[in-house]
């Protein structure tokens, strides 16, 4: 156990719609990362925050948003859906130190129909 | 430019073969370099890094900075080592961000 939550384990939707997924980080950490993993594309970084701020932006859609909240967990809100957006997303967590490795969830599997 | 590259997509070996799984990165910086691996399209999970200079599961990696590699080796493959391996760059900016550039992923398949 990671010790990072994400939910909901599997969401089916259908094309245009918009759904949430959620992120708890591990307890402590700041940091929350979002990537994107689908069969042809590999692990694609989608997003960081720190402790509420975003840090960094990598290959996100401006379809998706994400926000990291006061008590940091996590949302990364996608609309407007595609058939190409299924895929796995996982969000992972870290600690400050440079070193400090990425603690990943389980992973939500989203389905668009 | 940053970046790591994994030149193997696949490596296909036999039980009880070694295993060596490439990684190479360009960072002019000091890298700290981890391996991460996925079983079954699960969570991925952090198999190694160089600071700690571990054998985890049997897998040891050596940062080779004049070669800039960063190699993941098992002397003895194993059915349950099949899975996908990557490997990542951990890099802190002046502003104290992080930032991490991942390879492309290897995945292993371990033969009976």
């Known amino acids: 156990d990671s010790g990072v939550t994400q939910t909901p384990k599997h969401l089916i939707t259908a094309t245009g719609q918009r759904v949430t997924l959620r992120c708890s980080p591990r307890s402590g950490d700041l940091s929350v990362y979002w990537y994107q993993q689908s069969l042809d594309q590999g692990l694609q970084f989608l997003i960081q925050y720190y402790n509420g701020e975003e840090r960094a932006k990598g290959n996100i859609l401006e379809r998706f948003s994400a926000q990291q909240f006061p008590d940091l967990h996590s949302e990364l809100n996608l609309s407007s859906l595609e058939l190409g957006d299924s895929a796995l997303y996982f969000c992972a967590s870290s600690g400050r130190g440079g070193n400090s490795p990425l603690h990943f969830g389980n992973g939500t599997r989203l389905t668009v129909t | 430019a940053q970046r790591v590259t994994q030149p193997e997509k696949l490596l296909s070996v036999f039980k009880g073969a070694p295993v060596e799984l490439k990684c190479n990165y360009s960072y002019s910086g000091s890298p700290e370099l981890f391996w991460y691996v996925q079983y079954s399209r699960q969570r991925l999970q952090l198999l190694l890094r160089?600071?700690?200079?571990?054998s985890i599961k049997g897998f040891t990696a050596d940062l080779n900075k004049g070669e800039t590699s960063f190699h993941l080796k098992k002397p003895f493959a194993q059915e349950e080592d099949s899975a996908m391996y990557y490997c990542?760059?951990?890099?802190?900016?002046?502003?104290?961000?992080?930032?991490?550039?991942w390879g492309l992923g290897t995945s292993l398949a371990v033969n009976p």
């Open positions: 160089h600071i700690s200079r571990e």
């Open positions: 990542a760059l951990h890099i802190t900016n002046a502003g104290n961000n992080r930032k991490l550039i």
